[in-house]
């Protein structure tokens, strides 16, 4: 039997020639082709936004070619992994609000990270932050509800979906559930302490607006 034949990048990435993970060799070229965080985060963003109450695996998302937050990072996150890199997700935990879920990876010891989102300040992260806080915080100014209140206030340490290979998340017909309860179950760190939380004014209506950009009703 022949050993797996593994590629390293210029950047030390370990890329793997052989494991399918169960994709079909479409899906396959079609992930391998995302080499870079930017190129995949450009992939996600043409993604069409649904609202349904969905948990698609990255196989589902590719062949709809829709998705929403949850799914768009799972799609990223199987691009990751095809492209070398673990397939991460971070949760992020707001108040009076959805959660946002962004698949992360690591470059040069920094953090990065790629997101679905209809809010223009919520998507990719360049590799720039040197800890996880630091990467969650950056989003801390672009997380609101429509009142205007900032809501974004802790986020998790990152999961790794190779521990539910076993459920075939990457390739799952039904949903993949068990993602959204892996991301709940993580331990989560709160961003600032919560008589900070209670102090913090509303966004200014400049502000509001320019992050609404892409935002359609639904």
Known sequence: MPLKHKERSKNGIRRDRCETFG??????RTLRGLKTPARIQ?????????YANTAWSPQRV?????GHCLEGALLAAAALRINGH?????DLEAVHDDDHVVAV??????WGSIAKSNF???????PIYRTLRE???????HYYNLRGERTLRSYSRPVNLARLDSRHWMTAEENVWCVAEYLIAARHYPLFPYKVARALP??????????MHGWTKH
């Open 62 to 66: 590719l062949r709809e070619h829709k």
């Open 105 to 110: 990876y690591r470059e040069g010891g920094l």
């Open 42 to 50: 450009q992939f996600v963003d043409g993604l069409t936004y649904q």
């Open 120 to 126: 223009a300040g919520l998507r990719f992260r360049a």
């Open 135 to 141: 990467l969650a915080l950056s989003y801390f100014e």
């Open 23 to 28: 994709l079909s060799l479409a899906d396959l």
């Open 202 to 211: 509303r966004l200014d209506r400049r502000s509001f607006e320019a992050g």
């Open 86 to 90: 673990p397939p991460l997700l971070m």
